[in-house]
C-alpha cells in the first residue's frame, strides 16, 4: 500500500504569478497616471529579522515596477518624529502605500502609529477603518496575510461553502481577518486559541485549518482530519542540535501530510503570498488615483 501525501499548495509560484501580472497592470496605468506606484516602508532600529523582510520587500516592488520610498529610522527615534513621517507620506501624491515595519521598539506605540496613517494607504489592511469594512463586507484594503491565504485557496479551487473551518490563532494581523474571510466565503467558523480546552478535538473536525499561533510543530498529525486542507501560517525560525537554524510552521509538516489532501510548506506556502498581496494592495490603491 503506498503512503499518502498531501498536496502542496505552493504559494511561491502563485505570488510570481501575481507578481507578472501587476506588472502589466502597471505598465498600462503608469502612462495614465504619469508616474509609477509608490510604497513606503518605515523601519526603526536594527531587527536582522525586519532588515531580511523590508529587503525582500523592496526587491519584490523593484522586480514589479513599484517605486520603493523606503526609511530606515535609527532605534531611539520618537513616536513624535515617526508620526510626522507618517503625516507627510500621507499627503505624498507620489505614495500610494505605508507600512509600519513590526516589531517596533519598545518605547513606541506601534497601533497609535498605525491608527495615523491614511486608510486608504495602509496597504497592511491593519488600519481599524480597514478591519470595520472586512466586518461589513465593504470594499477596501484587505490584511495581506490572510487575504493571501484565501488567494492560494482559490487558485487549488479549494470549496469553502458550507466547509468546517478551524482558524488556531486570533491575532489582528491574522487570526481575527482570517476567520471574517472564510465566513464571508460561506464557511462554518470555529476560533481556537492557546486557552482552548482540548485543541485536538475541535481541530479534527477542520474541513479547513489554519494555523497561525507562532508555536512550531503544534499540530500533529492526529489533530488533522484525514482529507484536510491545512494552511500553514507559522514562521518560526529553530536551531537544532548541530547550532544549524531552519524555518518551520506551526504544524507538523512530516507527519500531517500523510493524512491532509492538501497542506503548504513552510518557508514557501503563505510567506510569498503576503508580500505579493502587499503589492497587490498597493497597486490597488494606485489605479483609484485614476478614478479620483
Do not use: W
Not at 506601534?110 to 496613517?117: D, E
Not at 482552548?196 to 489533530?223: C, E, F, W, Y
Amino acid at each position: 500500500m503506498e503512503t499518502k501525501t498531501a498536496k502542496l499548495l505552493d504559494g511561491k509560484t502563485l505570488a510570481a504569478k501575481i507578481q507578472q501580472e501587476l506588472s502589466v497592470a502597471i505598465t498600462q496605468l503608469q502612462p495614465k497616471i504619469g508616474r509609477p506606484p509608490g510604497l513606503a516602508v518605515l523601519m526603526v532600529g536594527d531587527n536582522p529579522a525586519s532588515a531580511a523582510y523590508v529587503r525582500n520587500k523592496e526587491k519584490a516592488c523593484a522586480k514589479v515596477g513599484i517605486a520603493s520610498f523606503g526609511k530606515h529610522f535609527p532605534s531611539e527615534t520618537t513616536q513624535a518624529e515617526l508620526a510626522q513621517v507618517i503625516a507627510t507620506l500621507n499627503q505624498d501624491e507620489q505614495v500610494d502605500g505605508i507600512l509600519v515595519q513590526l516589531p517596533l521598539p519598545p518605547h513606541l506605540d506601534a497601533v497609535t502609529l498605525l491608527h495615523q496613517i491614511d486608510p486608504d494607504k495602509d496597504v497592511d489592511g491593519l488600519h481599524p477603518v480597514n478591519l470595520g469594512r472586512l466586518v461589513r463586507q465593504e470594499a477596501g484594503l484587505r490584511s495581506c496575510t490572510p487575504f493571501g491565504v484565501m488567494r492560494l485557496l482559490q487558485e487549488y479551487k479549494i470549496p469553502l461553502r458550507g466547509k468546517q473551518a478551524v482558524v488556531v490563532g486570533r491575532s489582528i494581523l491574522v487570526g481575527k481577518p482570517m476567520a471574517l474571510m472564510l465566513l464571508e466565503a460561506d464557511a462554518t467558523v470555529t476560533i481556537a486559541h492557546s486557552r482552548s480546552h482540548d485543541l485536538k478535538s475541535i481541530t479534527q473536525n477542520a474541513d479547513i485549518l489554519v494555523a497561525a499561533v507562532g508555536r512550531p510543530g503544534l499540530i500533529t498529525a492526529d489533530m488533522v482530519k484525514p482529507g484536510a486542507v491545512v494552511v500553514d501560517v507559522g514562521m518560526n525560525r529553530i536551531t537544532d542540535a548541530s547550532g544549524k537554524s531552519r524555518l518551520v510552521g506551526d504544524v507538523h509538516l512530516e507527519s500531517a501530510a500523510g493524512v491532509a489532501d492538501f497542506i503548504t510548506p513552510v518557508p514557501g506556502g503563505v510567506g510569498p503570498m503576503t508580500v505579493a498581496i502587499l503589492l497587490e494592495n498597493t497597486v490597488a490603491s494606485y489605479a483609484r488615483t485614476l478614478k479620483e
